[in-house]
């Protein structure tokens, strides 16, 4: 007795059907390995450097994102050392919190003293 997987046209990813001269059962199909979820040792220096920074300009994550030009759960993902911070988005970092410093010391340049 020679068992036959039906296909869909749309196939399940989660379950196969296997067809039996005495009826059918559900059989689990075998899926790719994930890479497991959680922080990566070799990017906790850097995502803690990131967060702190971020907190340190007085942003949120969606509002940096937006500053960085990336999806806000981009910046999740970076903090919480889950995805490599690209080279171009520390330099970008590094270039807005200095212009928002300056922007900071202007602002306080401006208001009389006895405030």
């Known amino acids: 007795m020679t068992a036959t997987v039906t ?14 001269s ?13 890479r497991p979820k ?4 070799e990017l906790l220096k850097a995502a803690e450097a990131l967060k ?11 509002e940096l994102a937006d500053l960085l030009g ?8 970076w903090e919480i050392a889950q995805r490599e911070i690209p080279e171009m988005a520390l330099r970008l970092l590094k270039f807005v919190e200095a212009e928002q ?4 010391e202007r602002r306080a340049a401006r208001l009389p003293k006895g405030r």
């Open 70 to 77: 990336v999806a806000g759960n981009t910046v999740q993902r």
């Open 38 to 41: 959680g922080r990566r040792p």
């Open 22 to 34: 005495s009826g059918a059962r559900t059989l689990p199909m075998v899926t790719k390995a994930k």
């Open 101 to 104: 410093r300056e922007r900071a």
């Open 52 to 62: 702190v920074c971020r907190q340190r300009m007085g942003v949120t994550q969606e």
């Open 7 to 20: 296909a869909p046209r749309r196939v399940d990813t989660r379950n196969v059907r296997v067809l039996q």
